[in-house]
């Protein structure tokens, strides 16, 4: 087996992070630049002054109470008529939700405030982003253009349609196919996350899964329509001939795999309860007839920090676009959880479902031991051949009944090895307490004893 060096669990995996999925690198930091100018309003017209904005907060109008005060020498009186003593104001702002500070414009005119040729209306705030135009009074008298200084990244313009409803915010993470972004309705209401595929990126042979547009479209519309607690939300898609623009719920708490790397291992209750919640979601995939085929901690979610979230799956069901040998070449270089039928047949032939049920031990596996259950060396032959262990060293504290599951799940044989519906009928998930607490998590309800465990205690049938 592998050296103690290459059981840690970030070192033994390889990097998947440039493996391009549905996933969102979604760790939200809370640190952010701090900059003495945050941002500045730079004239459009030469009579108008440039503003550098270090406070919070910014006004705009013929009051000389305002921060730019427009008088006759600046405007002509004609136009200096249509402008409201506090015209609008330009302000700072953090979205909690999202735990990212953007900038707004409220529009506090009668004749109205512009900003990219829409207008805000009385009252009403949009946020704005670097080189963001405003005009006064009308769309055509454009009088500044918004700068920010906290740009640190390559800019990404939106396409027209996004832009008219939505504000762009920073990177939260990359792939080679593209890239994740934080993404705020123009009014700051709600956060999402943004992911970007580039299609150019994909190469031009028959395993580029963007060949049709079109198919690609239909098949995530059909994503669309699946509704579970604990799967991510696909709230938009917006296609254009260079990019496929995926508006996906945001999820605070990052990745599982971020959780596992950075704690080491997860306790075993909390493992249990983030695990029972991707085996629901994974069984409801398999009663809408989608196999994951991807199931990673990279693409497990954590709704926020704490150490019982509500996890949510992610890239469900983006491997349906590809066939097994184009698959292949999608998980490789991260073949870590792929089922041994797949490896040993190098994709060629048919598999089941049961594909996901291995992953989903191997997965558990990390969890409970933060390590991975195979070395990079000989990664394939350890994987075809079932070769993995129980080292005591990580495994002391982990209970027989979790030791058992994961044998069962990981079994090289797939007519052998545990069904979905038999995971959920397991002694080690058969914990009322863990599925009421499950169960809060994804209703939103607090202590309600009429907990749903009826509909997983059936015996199936046939026994696997």
Not at 303 to 330: C, E, I, R
Not at 331 to 341: H, K, L
Request: glycine share 6%; hydrophobic share 35%.
């Amino acid at each position: 087996m592998a050296s103690s060096s290459q059981e840690q669990f970030s070192a033994s995996l390889p990097d998947t992070q440039n493996v391009d999925t549905l996933t969102q690198s979604q760790g939200v930091s809370s640190q952010q630049p701090t900059l003495s100018v945050w941002g500045r309003l730079c004239p459009l017209q030469a009579f108008l002054q440039s503003l550098d904005m270090k406070d919070t907060s910014y006004t705009l109008g013929r009051s000389p109470d305002c921060d730019i005060c427009l008088t006759i020498k600046e405007l002509h009186p004609r136009k200096l008529g249509v402008i409201s003593k506090t015209h609008f104001r330009i302000y700072r702002e953090r979205i909690n939700s999202a735990n990212e500070t953007v900038v707004y414009l409220q529009d506090l005119s009668h004749n109205g405030t512009f900003v990219d040729d829409d207008l805000v209306g009385l009252g009403k705030r949009v946020i704005i982003e670097n080189n963001s135009r405003i005009a006064l009074a009308t769309k055509g008298f454009r009088c500044y253009v918004f700068v920010s200084t906290n740009v640190h990244e390559i800019p990404l313009e939106l396409p027209l349609e996004l832009k008219q409803k939505y504000a762009i915010g920073r990177r939260l993470g990359a792939g080679a196919c593209g890239e994740v972004r934080l993404l705020f309705k123009k009014d700051g209401s709600q956060a999402f996350a943004l992911k970007i595929i580039q299609k150019n990126n994909f190469s031009t042979g028959t395993g580029n899964i963007f060949n049709s547009a079109a198919n690609v479209r239909n098949e995530v519309e059909i994503l669309r329509k699946l509704k579970h607690p604990c799967i991510i939300d696909l709230v938009d898609i917006h296609d254009t001939s260079e990019a496929m623009y995926i508006i996906l719920e945001l999820m605070e708490g990052g990745e599982l795999f971020d959780r596992i790397k950075n704690r080491g291992k997860l306790p075993e209750p909390c493992a249990k309860l983030i695990f029972y919640q991707v085996v629901l979601a994974v069984s409801y995939l398999h009663k809408e007839g989608i196999t994951h085929r991807d199931l990673k901690p990279e693409n497990i979610l954590l709704k926020d920090n704490s150490d019982y979230p509500l996890v949510k799956v992610s890239d469900f069901g983006m491997s349906k676009f590809v066939d097994t040998q184009t698959m292949m070449k999608t998980f490789c270089g991260t073949p870590m959880y792929v089922a041994p039928e797949i490896l040993s047949t190098h994709g060629r032939s048919s598999y089941t479902n049961q594909v996901d049920v291995w992953s989903l031990g191997v997965i558990l596996y990390i969890c409970l031991s933060g390590m991975a259950p195979f070395n990079n060396n000989t990664l394939v032959e350890q994987i075809i051949g079932g070769k993995y262990e129980f080292r005591r060293a990580h495994f002391q504290n982990v209970s027989q009944d979790a030791m058992k599951l994961i044998k069962r799940m990981m079994t090289v044989n797939p007519k052998e090895r545990i069904t979905m519906s038999y995971i959920l009928l397991d002694p080690w998930l058969r914990d009322i307490p863990m599925r009421r607490e499950v169960y809060r998590l994804i209703s939103g309800k607090e202590n309600n004893e009429n907990v749903p465990l009826n509909t997983y205690n059936k015996r199936p049938r046939t026994a696997v």
